[in-house]
């Protein structure tokens, strides 16, 4: 077995590693880079191996920094198999065409016609559904999927050729999760690899207070309060913590709407696979209930309502998306509320904002300046965070090899550190280069 590091070895974007057996070569996860133009220029670099000798990809979860690089491999040839769990397959499915419409249909875009919707069509017809915790065989191979929390359908993927055996943790979420159990520790392997995005970090929140602090005020102070949300996975948390706490003090309730399509259509997956979740009903309960705008009739009234007033939409990182219009009808209002309960990249506009910035710009060259108040949070973030890692690993022999990618260099230097002061003999920071195992 040879692994190579392709993507997300600098950076939290562009997971993409290779891996080489004696019966043929496959993907583990293929995403996107995302961010400021730099970062998303690396996706049009060479790629170091040719898309039709792809025999399939592993992917570990849905969000597109794993899987929006898979039509990009669709145009250069690649025909292989899918294998995902069928949460991620039908969220997958969602983003990569949203991702492809973006792509063929925004005149400005970077990355405009780097694949179509129709190549992501094609996605579509590779995907071979997978279940978690069982064991299949494919191509002299034996992999298994484990539930790895972060987001519906995510799994950290078990890969094992005759004695050599390599784990890929994928994104692995916290602990207590208001959604998702807790990721199934990592089972014994020769190789690991492990992501780091919070590697240098531990987060000790109270999710419920901070979200009880948050309803209060804006119900008290009569706030129209603007929530950007990713519409994948935060959107389904945010609603239903938002309407659990409704439900246990009706006295505090207040008129929430949603508005997104994707965040729509990531809702009705949301509510298939709830049995998924840790609480089912709570879930289902909260996405049947939450009024969703989808008509322009709808927004006509809802523009002119005043507070208390919540309204979740995207983009999470105010990049585009439905929030430019909320933004731009309330953007004189010096008590509206804009919330960020999200991490916000370098160079967006959800950035600026939360560094009191007032002038925005979208991609369009559309301008807004923001009156109203910003507040910012990273607690509502679905990845585990040091302690959780660490803890991910604890059946996990200490001469294992361990490599370290998908996290900022800090972040991956301060883990390593640590778990070599646990006594991991063996860990390593991912580069690109071949690595035997
Ligand atoms: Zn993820």
Redesign the pocket.
């Known amino acids: 077995m040879k692994i190579n590091f392709i993507g997300a070895t600098q950076d939290v974007t562009g997971s993409m590693t290779f891996l080489e057996t004696t019966t043929g070569r496959f993907l583990i996860d293929s995403g996107l880079y995302q961010g400021i133009s730099s970062v998303t220029q690396k996706n049009i670099l060479p790629i170091p191996f040719n898309p039709k000798d792809i025999n399939a990809i592993f992917l570990t ?1 849905a ?1 597109l ?2 899987s929006g690089f898979i039509p990009r491999l669709i145009k250069l040839g690649f025909r292989g198999k899918i294998f995902c769990t069928k949460p991620t397959m039908k969220l997958a499915t969602v983003i990569i065409n949203d991702s492809a419409q973006i792509l063929e249909n925004s005149e400005n875009h970077p990355l405009k016609n780097f694949y179509t919707v129709e190549d992501a069509s094609i996605v579509t017809s590779l995907f071979k559904a997978v279940d978690f915790d069982k064991p299949f065989s494919y191509m002299g191979l034996t992999v298994t999927f484990s539930h790895a929390g ?2 519906l359908g ?1 799994s950290s993927i078990h890969i094992s050729e005759g004695d050599k055996s390599i784990v890929f943790s994928g ?1 692995l979420g916290r602990q207590d999760d208001v959604l998702l159990p807790p990721p199934k520790s990592c089972p014994p392997a020769n190789v690991v690899v492990m992501e780091s995005t919070y590697g240098d970090k531990v987060r000790h929140v109270d999710l419920e207070k901070e979200m009880k602090s948050f309803l209060n005020k804006v119900k008290s102070e009569s706030r129209v309060a603007i929530v950007a949300s990713f519409a994948v996975a935060r959107a389904q948390m945010l609603i239903t913590m938002i309407h659990k706490y409704f439900q246990e003090n009706p006295s505090e309730a207040i008129p929430l709407f949603i508005d997104g399509p994707m965040m729509v259509k990531a809702n009705k997956i949301y509510r298939e696979y709830a049995s998924q979740t840790k609480s089912p009903d709570e879930l289902s309960f909260a996405l049947e209930e939450v009024d969703i705008i989808e008509h322009t009739r709808q927004w006509e009234s809802l523009r002119k309502k005043k507070g208390p007033l919540l309204i979740i939409t995207s983009s999470g990182m105010v990049t585009g998306g439905r929030i430019w219009r909320y933004l731009e009808n309330w953007q004189d209002d010096s008590n509206a509320l804009l919330f960020l309960p999200g991490y916000q990249g370098v160079g967006t506009p959800g950035k600026a904002l939360s560094e009191g910035k007032h002038n925005i710009q979208n991609e369009e060259g559309k301008i807004i300046h923001w009156s109203g108040e910003v507040l910012t949070s990273q607690s509502f973030s679905s990845h585990a965070d040091q302690s959780e890692l660490v803890e991910w690993l604890k059946d996990v022999s200490k001469d294992t090899k361990i490599f370290l990618n998908h996290g900022e260099a800090q972040s991956k230097e301060k883990l390593k550190k640590l778990l070599l002061q646990m006594g991991f003999t063996n860990c390593f920071i991912a580069e690109s280069s071949f690595i035997e195992i």
Do not use: F, V
Request: glycine share 0%.
């Open positions: 979860h969000h920094d794993h972060h987001i995510a994104d």
